[in-house]
Antibody, heavy 123, light 106 residues
Framework: QLQLQESGPGLVKPSETLSLTCAVS??????????WGWIRQPPGKGLEWIAS???????FYNPSLKSRVTISIDTSRNQFSLELTSVTAADTAVYYC???????????????WGQGTLVTVSS | SYEVTQPPSVSVSPGQTAFITCSGD??????ASWYQQKPGQSPVLVIH???KRPSGIPGRFSGSNSGNTATLTISGTQAMDEADYYC?????????FGGGTKLTVL
Protein backbone atom coordinates (compact mmCIF):
# COMPACT_ATOMS: atom_id res chain seq x y z
CA GLN A 1 0.00 0.00 0.00
CA LEU A 2 1.47 3.34 -1.04
CA GLN A 3 1.97 5.82 1.77
CA LEU A 4 3.01 9.46 1.74
CA GLN A 5 4.21 11.37 4.79
CA GLU A 6 4.83 15.10 4.96
CA SER A 7 7.45 16.54 7.28
CA GLY A 8 8.79 19.97 8.06
CA PRO A 9 8.52 22.89 10.49
CA GLY A 10 5.06 23.71 11.75
CA LEU A 11 5.93 27.36 12.28
CA VAL A 12 7.66 29.69 9.84
CA LYS A 13 8.38 33.38 10.29
CA PRO A 14 7.09 35.95 7.80
CA SER A 15 9.46 36.61 4.86
CA GLU A 16 11.28 33.31 5.46
CA THR A 17 11.21 30.11 3.39
CA LEU A 18 8.81 27.25 4.02
CA SER A 19 10.41 23.85 3.35
CA LEU A 20 8.54 20.55 3.34
CA THR A 21 9.44 16.99 2.37
CA CYS A 22 7.18 14.12 1.37
CA ALA A 23 8.52 10.63 1.98
CA VAL A 24 7.02 7.95 -0.24
CA SER A 25 6.88 4.32 0.87
CA UNK A 26 5.36 1.23 -0.70
CA UNK A 27 6.23 2.31 -4.25
CA UNK A 28 8.91 3.94 -6.36
CA UNK A 29 8.94 7.67 -6.98
CA UNK A 30 10.89 7.01 -10.18
CA UNK A 31 7.93 5.62 -12.10
CA UNK A 32 7.10 7.51 -15.27
CA UNK A 33 3.43 6.72 -14.76
CA UNK A 34 2.93 9.30 -12.04
CA UNK A 35 3.46 12.87 -11.06
CA TRP A 36 3.96 13.89 -7.44
CA GLY A 37 2.22 16.99 -6.20
CA TRP A 38 1.72 19.49 -3.42
CA ILE A 39 -1.69 20.87 -2.52
CA ARG A 40 -2.56 23.24 0.30
CA GLN A 41 -5.70 24.20 2.18
CA PRO A 42 -5.93 27.38 4.27
CA PRO A 43 -8.02 26.97 7.44
CA GLY A 44 -11.71 26.80 6.53
CA LYS A 45 -11.05 27.18 2.81
CA GLY A 46 -10.75 25.03 -0.29
CA LEU A 47 -7.96 23.10 -1.94
CA GLU A 48 -5.24 24.93 -3.89
CA TRP A 49 -2.78 23.10 -6.12
CA ILE A 50 0.80 24.32 -5.73
CA ALA A 51 2.98 22.25 -8.05
CA SER A 52 3.64 18.80 -9.49
CA UNK A 53 6.81 17.04 -10.55
CA UNK A 54 7.53 13.96 -12.60
CA UNK A 55 10.70 11.94 -12.69
CA UNK A 56 10.61 12.09 -16.48
CA UNK A 57 8.05 14.66 -17.63
CA UNK A 58 9.11 17.77 -15.86
CA UNK A 59 7.68 20.30 -13.44
CA PHE A 60 4.33 22.08 -13.40
CA TYR A 61 3.53 25.11 -11.27
CA ASN A 62 0.41 27.00 -10.26
CA PRO A 63 0.95 30.28 -12.13
CA SER A 64 -0.13 32.30 -9.10
CA LEU A 65 2.65 30.80 -6.97
CA LYS A 66 5.30 30.02 -9.56
CA SER A 67 7.61 32.91 -8.69
CA ARG A 68 7.95 31.69 -5.08
CA VAL A 69 7.86 27.90 -5.45
CA THR A 70 10.51 25.27 -6.04
CA ILE A 71 9.64 21.59 -6.22
CA SER A 72 12.29 18.90 -6.42
CA ILE A 73 12.60 15.12 -6.40
CA ASP A 74 15.19 12.88 -4.75
CA THR A 75 15.00 9.40 -6.21
CA SER A 76 17.76 8.05 -3.96
CA ARG A 77 15.61 8.80 -0.89
CA ASN A 78 12.27 8.20 -2.61
CA GLN A 79 11.00 11.62 -1.61
CA PHE A 80 10.09 14.97 -3.06
CA SER A 81 10.20 18.44 -1.59
CA LEU A 82 8.63 21.88 -1.66
CA GLU A 83 10.12 25.28 -0.97
CA LEU A 84 7.99 28.41 -0.77
CA THR A 85 9.85 31.67 -0.35
CA SER A 86 8.87 35.01 1.17
CA VAL A 87 5.95 33.57 3.11
CA THR A 88 3.20 35.67 4.65
CA ALA A 89 0.24 34.89 6.89
CA ALA A 90 -1.71 34.05 3.71
CA ASP A 91 0.49 30.99 3.29
CA THR A 92 -0.77 29.50 6.55
CA ALA A 93 -2.40 26.23 5.54
CA VAL A 94 -2.45 22.48 5.78
CA TYR A 95 -0.01 21.26 3.14
CA TYR A 96 -0.67 17.89 1.51
CA CYS A 97 1.53 15.81 -0.73
CA UNK A 98 -0.13 13.40 -3.13
CA UNK A 99 0.48 11.02 -6.03
CA UNK A 100 -0.97 12.17 -9.32
CA UNK A 101 -2.04 9.46 -11.73
CA UNK A 102 -1.59 10.07 -15.46
CA UNK A 103 -4.36 8.98 -17.85
CA UNK A 104 -4.13 10.01 -21.47
CA UNK A 105 -3.85 13.69 -22.27
CA UNK A 106 -6.15 15.20 -19.65
CA UNK A 107 -6.39 12.67 -16.85
CA UNK A 108 -4.39 13.79 -13.85
CA UNK A 109 -6.11 12.78 -10.62
CA UNK A 110 -4.63 12.48 -7.13
CA UNK A 111 -5.15 8.93 -5.93
CA UNK A 112 -3.00 8.80 -2.79
CA TRP A 113 -2.68 11.63 -0.26
CA GLY A 114 -0.56 12.23 2.78
CA GLN A 115 -2.16 13.09 6.10
CA GLY A 116 -1.26 16.76 5.71
CA THR A 117 0.84 19.04 7.87
CA LEU A 118 -0.24 22.40 9.26
CA VAL A 119 2.21 25.20 8.61
CA THR A 120 1.59 28.47 10.41
CA VAL A 121 3.29 31.66 9.32
CA SER A 122 3.75 33.90 12.32
CA SER A 123 6.45 35.84 14.11
CA SER B 1 -6.58 30.69 -16.66
CA TYR B 2 -9.08 27.84 -16.58
CA GLU B 3 -11.64 27.76 -13.79
CA VAL B 4 -14.28 25.35 -12.58
CA THR B 5 -17.24 26.41 -10.45
CA GLN B 6 -19.22 24.49 -7.84
CA PRO B 7 -22.24 25.50 -5.77
CA PRO B 8 -21.15 26.30 -2.21
CA SER B 9 -23.73 24.02 -0.64
CA VAL B 10 -26.18 21.24 -1.42
CA SER B 11 -28.71 19.72 0.95
CA VAL B 12 -30.31 16.30 0.68
CA SER B 13 -32.55 14.11 2.81
CA PRO B 14 -31.28 10.70 3.88
CA GLY B 15 -32.02 8.07 1.24
CA GLN B 16 -32.49 10.64 -1.51
CA THR B 17 -30.20 11.41 -4.43
CA ALA B 18 -27.70 14.25 -4.24
CA PHE B 19 -26.36 16.00 -7.33
CA ILE B 20 -23.22 18.14 -7.10
CA THR B 21 -22.24 20.03 -10.22
CA CYS B 22 -18.95 21.39 -11.52
CA SER B 23 -18.99 23.84 -14.42
CA GLY B 24 -16.21 24.95 -16.73
CA ASP B 25 -15.72 25.89 -20.36
CA UNK B 26 -15.82 22.67 -22.43
CA UNK B 27 -15.21 20.66 -19.25
CA UNK B 28 -16.67 17.65 -21.07
CA UNK B 29 -13.54 17.60 -23.26
CA UNK B 30 -11.40 16.97 -20.19
CA UNK B 31 -11.45 14.34 -17.48
CA ALA B 32 -13.12 15.37 -14.21
CA SER B 33 -12.29 13.92 -10.82
CA TRP B 34 -14.08 14.24 -7.49
CA TYR B 35 -12.78 14.19 -3.92
CA GLN B 36 -14.60 13.80 -0.62
CA GLN B 37 -13.18 15.53 2.44
CA LYS B 38 -14.49 15.12 5.96
CA PRO B 39 -13.46 17.48 8.78
CA GLY B 40 -9.89 16.98 9.88
CA GLN B 41 -9.17 14.39 7.19
CA SER B 42 -7.28 14.31 3.91
CA PRO B 43 -9.29 14.35 0.68
CA VAL B 44 -10.31 10.98 -0.71
CA LEU B 45 -10.71 10.30 -4.43
CA VAL B 46 -14.25 9.08 -5.10
CA ILE B 47 -14.52 9.46 -8.89
CA HIS B 48 -11.84 9.76 -11.58
CA UNK B 49 -11.89 9.92 -15.37
CA UNK B 50 -15.46 11.25 -15.17
CA UNK B 51 -17.13 7.98 -14.17
CA LYS B 52 -14.67 5.55 -12.57
CA ARG B 53 -14.84 4.59 -8.91
CA PRO B 54 -11.64 3.63 -7.09
CA SER B 55 -11.60 0.40 -5.18
CA GLY B 56 -13.41 0.73 -1.88
CA ILE B 57 -15.71 3.57 -2.92
CA PRO B 58 -19.40 2.57 -2.54
CA GLY B 59 -21.47 2.05 -5.63
CA ARG B 60 -23.85 4.85 -4.66
CA PHE B 61 -21.22 7.30 -5.94
CA SER B 62 -21.29 7.91 -9.68
CA GLY B 63 -20.17 10.59 -12.08
CA SER B 64 -20.88 12.06 -15.49
CA ASN B 65 -19.32 14.76 -17.62
CA SER B 66 -20.70 16.38 -20.76
CA GLY B 67 -20.68 19.78 -22.35
CA ASN B 68 -19.69 22.31 -19.73
CA THR B 69 -20.78 20.37 -16.66
CA ALA B 70 -19.53 17.43 -14.64
CA THR B 71 -21.87 15.95 -12.05
CA LEU B 72 -21.24 13.83 -8.97
CA THR B 73 -24.31 11.80 -8.07
CA ILE B 74 -24.79 10.15 -4.69
CA SER B 75 -27.73 7.76 -4.73
CA GLY B 76 -29.38 6.73 -1.50
CA THR B 77 -27.38 9.35 0.40
CA GLN B 78 -26.35 8.35 3.91
CA ALA B 79 -25.45 10.48 6.90
CA MET B 80 -21.83 9.40 6.50
CA ASP B 81 -21.73 11.11 3.09
CA GLU B 82 -21.98 14.54 4.72
CA ALA B 83 -18.70 16.19 3.71
CA ASP B 84 -17.07 18.72 1.41
CA TYR B 85 -16.73 17.65 -2.20
CA TYR B 86 -14.22 19.06 -4.69
CA CYS B 87 -14.07 18.62 -8.43
CA UNK B 88 -10.74 18.74 -10.23
CA UNK B 89 -9.59 18.98 -13.82
CA UNK B 90 -6.29 19.28 -15.71
CA UNK B 91 -5.89 22.07 -18.23
CA UNK B 92 -2.78 23.34 -20.02
CA UNK B 93 -0.52 21.42 -17.63
CA UNK B 94 -2.21 22.88 -14.58
CA UNK B 95 -4.37 21.31 -11.91
CA UNK B 96 -7.63 23.14 -11.31
CA PHE B 97 -9.83 22.57 -8.25
CA GLY B 98 -13.34 23.79 -7.80
CA GLY B 99 -14.11 25.84 -4.72
CA GLY B 100 -15.84 22.92 -3.03
CA THR B 101 -19.43 22.03 -2.17
CA LYS B 102 -20.59 21.32 1.36
CA LEU B 103 -23.08 18.46 1.28
CA THR B 104 -25.51 18.49 4.18
CA VAL B 105 -27.63 15.42 4.88
CA LEU B 106 -30.71 16.40 6.87
Amino acid sequence: QLQLQESGPGLVKPSETLSLTCAVSGGSISSSSYYWGWIRQPPGKGLEWIASISYSAGIFYNPSLKSRVTISIDTSRNQFSLELTSVTAADTAVYYCARQNIVGITGRHFDYWGQGTLVTVSS
Amino acid sequence: SYEVTQPPSVSVSPGQTAFITCSGDKLGDKYASWYQQKPGQSPVLVIHEDTKRPSGIPGRFSGSNSGNTATLTISGTQAMDEADYYCQAWDSSHVVFGGGTKLTVL
